[in-house]
């Protein structure tokens, strides 16, 4: 079950040791100070990537590699990522959607009609297959396009075929069966010689369309960056980083769309949050770009909560290039308080910047204050240093000199409870760690914190869903609360794509995609669970639904929801088809009956 309390939260402790069956000791990390220290210096605390080889299946890619070679393929690789794309990619999704609408004749279906989905992943995989193929490759895949339709030259299948059959097997190769296998093989044979005929056309050696000259498509981006800039990938290179960009994250996108379904299921009042949402920002005739990505707040905080309830990587590994001293809490317990003190101050923020109509993240700079991207959390001294943001913040606010002080804001009342509130949070000790080197005697453990020396070469593995469950960062952390994502989260308490210089780069394609095509989602049907026996609660429907197993990422074992479709509404909101009541959570809930309308079991 993946609900449930971890091992820290029974400890009572963000921190803790334990020797692995060959006698390895391995330190967990769940402390969002740590963790921003550990993620901030590539240096000192590496990624083991000796335990990556196995994604090394088409080449070398940013995943597996390190050192210069890593430096060399993020620089090639941070330009692919780019607005163009990402409207490029919306309005694939928006063609996925009308292609699964028409095909499955969905958009023909009336008002209250129910389409009852055994496992959701059954349609959200075949999502994230599209929207590789079209936004990735640049391929005008169908929804309904037989798979085995063209199998051309020396190949045994289709490009479509090897690339579903890869894209649902992503796990260990050599534990594959022969035809798996042979899937990889041919779709590693399709991106090469992809690569190589995008290669000739960049270099002008065959003739282009106007089409091609138009390409934004990741897979076009990334050959051309490589070709254009300074630094270069080799083939296999190139090849080992499409499949990372392409294939690896495919299931991740596929099962959180899909765990968002369920929660959005099981909690209706936050469905019909989101959907007067969709309705108020979404055009009438349904027709979107880009554009509205960041108008879609709840959509995305929808999205967020579930990568926060169901992170895709249930631990990060990093090893220690030295010794190292670590200072925490002793107890995670008796200082849960100082989480509510944190939460106040965000709070006391936000109510600053909210009178001051400025964006909680937007900081007041000068010519001497380097800005949050310039600088680095980990100072000259290899110690951490508050977020400059934090600090320019606060400054900004305290400060005689300022141009607007926060009384002029606020009235003085709130000033004053806002003042204590930060102060408090400011006085907080913080949790730290060094490695061997000049700066090792500055730190000390102050009250209520511990000191553990450990030593070089020792596994640190960092635990996501620790860090997401802990109500000093998330309060009712196993209530599903997409508004929370509104406001700002403590920095390093939500890492579902890693952090600091390693961070996914696939992170905003993952989120363009889904937001886009929850968004549609949610305009047409409502989403609800399906029980699996007369009075089953809504406790008991999760631990049902959010059974997972951490295989290369979080896979769900079985999501089974129905689609029901809305009446269009004709003036805004108001006339649109409420939700069913909210699921009860007593033991003897009754079950509505279904409605007098057809009712179909979908064949995706």
Known sequence: MLLRPSVFAKWGRDVFSCVSWDGRPIIYLADPDLIQRVNGNAHHFPKPVEEYGVLNFFGPNLVTAAGKDWRRQQSVSKGVFNNDGWRFLWQETC????????????????????????HAVDITLRVALLAIGRAGFGMKMTWVEDMNSVVTGDHTMSFQTALHTVAQSSILKLALPNHIRTAFKELEMYIRSMTEERQKILRGEVLTSP??????????????????????MSTEELVGNIYIYLLAGHETTAHSIAFTFALLALWPEKQRMVYEEVMEKMPKDGITTYDL??????????????????PPVQQIPKKLARDT?????????????????????????????????????????????????????????????????????????????????????????DADDISRKISAAAAIPRADCVAQGSSWKNVKATEGQMELMVEKDTIVFINPPAVHYNPKYFPEPYEFKPERFKDDVEEGSFIPFSSGSRVCLGRHFSEVESVCFLAYIIREFEIHPIPAFEGETREQMLERMFKARPLITLTPESIPIMFKKRGRPTVGVAEAVPLSPPIPTAPDMEVTKASPVPTITANV
């Open 293 to 310: 990505y960041k108008e879609l707040e709840l959509v995305q905080g929808a999205y967020s909560e579930t990568l926060r309830m169901c």
């Open 211 to 232: 089409d091609d000259d138009a390409r934004c498509d990741l897979f076009h981006n990334l050959i051309k960056a490589s070709m254009e800039g300074d630094e270069q």
């Open 325 to 413: 001293l670590f200072v925490f809490d002793k107890s995670n317990v008796q200082n849960a308080e100082l989480g509510l003190m944190k939460q106040a101050a965000r709070m006391a923020r936000a109510k600053v910047a909210e009178a001051r109509k400025m964006p909680t993240t937007s900081t007041p700079t000068d010519a001497s204050t380097p800005s949050s991207e310039s600088m680095s959390p980990i100072d000259s001294a290899d110690r951490f240093s508050p977020s400059p943001s934090t600090s320019t913040f606060l400054g900004s606010m305290f400060s005689s000199s300022t141009s607007t002080s926060m009384t002029s804001v606020v009235d003085a009342e």
């Open 95 to 118: 063609n996925i959607f009308d292609g699964m609408m028409k095909a499955n004749k969905w958009d023909e279906l009336p008002a209250g009609a129910e389409i009852k989905i055994e």
